[in-house]
């Protein structure tokens, strides 16, 4: 052979050796957005909806205040509530902007006086004007509080049995209920009860979210399970008989429950096709419509409310800040 072609017969190999020794390129993984902080310092936040104009507006528990928060995080307190009571669990609770505020300018508050818990109407800035009252209320627990508007525009609010259970199957009681109610706190048309019961047996609801138009609740139980339900209107989901899934007649089994001391479930939001149910032991489970799934954010701590905002994030309440997320 040549010395051309033994030279050029080297160069080739060497260069195949040096190409094979070049490991491909690792494809990127796609990037989760990071929870981030929005706002700190907070006092028992406790429930955000926003205003057509994409501003949130949202409850501190113990302070009594409703305030603002803009894109940047920058919070501006809006007013003091008058005659709220606040204890363990009372005080300044839900709070839901009308689908028509672009023209009413009406937000609706859910809070617990010296005597009842009850529901709110007012323009920010403005005293409120209850529109239902006389929801039972605890010594120091079991008020419930979370108030959404339904796809059907009609309000409805979660309530607890005001530490007593027997109030959960009085349907002449508005304690341990789902509520559905005009916005002047009538009982909205169609109602199974013709009262402004929509369904019964509960314990003490903190969360109302609807996946594919169909409400979900989140219940916290009493020393044994707290639920994920799947509402009926007219249904009796079992508190004080059952506390989680039973056989007893006539009465609704949750889709989930989980163990008291791993969950104890606040709100709860529908975002990208899941689930997102905050936890007062800690963290906010990312679940599918039949409650599979895990916990997600534990370095939080405790979550208060998981909402759904209209620039495509998912916020979530702590006690003392409020976090954006794309959900990951």
């Known amino acids: 052979m040549s010395l051309r072609r033994i030279l050029a017969a080297t160069f080739a190999a060497a260069t195949a050796v ?24 907070l006092n028992q936040a406790w429930s955000i909806d926003f205003l057509p104009d994409g501003t949130g507006v949202f409850t501190q528990k113990d302070a009594k205040t409703i305030s603002k928060i803009d894109k940047a995080g920058k919070v501006t307190t809006v007013q003091t509530i008058p005659g709220v009571s606040v204890t ?28 009842d818990n009850r529901i709110a109407k007012l323009k920010l800035g403005q005293p409120p004007t209850p529109i239902v009252t006389g929801i039972p209320r605890g010594s120091q627990y079991h008020h419930g509080g ?23 199957q009085n349907k002449n009681s508005l304690g341990g209920k789902v509520l559905r109610v005009t916005t002047d706190g009538a009982a909205a048309p169609g109602n199974p009860f013709n009262s402004r019961v929509y369904s019964y047996g509960h314990r003490n609801v903190q969360g109302l979210t609807w996946a594919n138009g ?45 163990p008291t001391s791993s969950a104890t479930p606040s709100g709860l939001a529908a975002y990208k096709g899941s689930l997102y149910m905050a936890s007062l032991k800690g963290g906010t489970y990312k679940l599918d419509l039949n409650g599979n799934g895990g916990k997600l954010w534990t370095n939080l701590g405790r979550t208060r409310d ?17 976090y954006v997320s794309d959900g990951s």
């Open 18 to 41: 040096s190409i094979a020794a070049v490991p491909a390129a690792a494809e990127t993984p796609p990037s989760a957005q990071a929870i981030r902080q929005l706002a700190s310092g």
């Open 88 to 115: 363990a669990e009372a005080g300044l609770l839900g709070i839901a902007v009308s689908p028509k505020y672009a023209t009413d300018e009406t937000v609706f508050i859910y809070y617990t006086t010296s005597s």
């Open 146 to 168: 979370r108030i959404r508007f339904g796809p059907d525009g009609y309000l409805y609010a979660g309530t607890g049995d005001g530490q007593n259970g027997a109030n959960a």
């Open 214 to 258: 169909q409400l979900y609740i989140s219940d916290i139980g009493a020393n044994k399970l707290d639920e994920l339900n799947k509402i009926e209107p007219g249904k009796n989901y079992g508190w004080p008989t059952c506390e989680g899934p039973c056989n007893t007649a006539g009465m609704t089994n949750p889709v989930k429950s989980w």
């Open 306 to 322: 998981a909402t759904a905002g209209p620039d495509g994030q998912l916020y979530t309440i702590t006690p003392g800040g409020l």
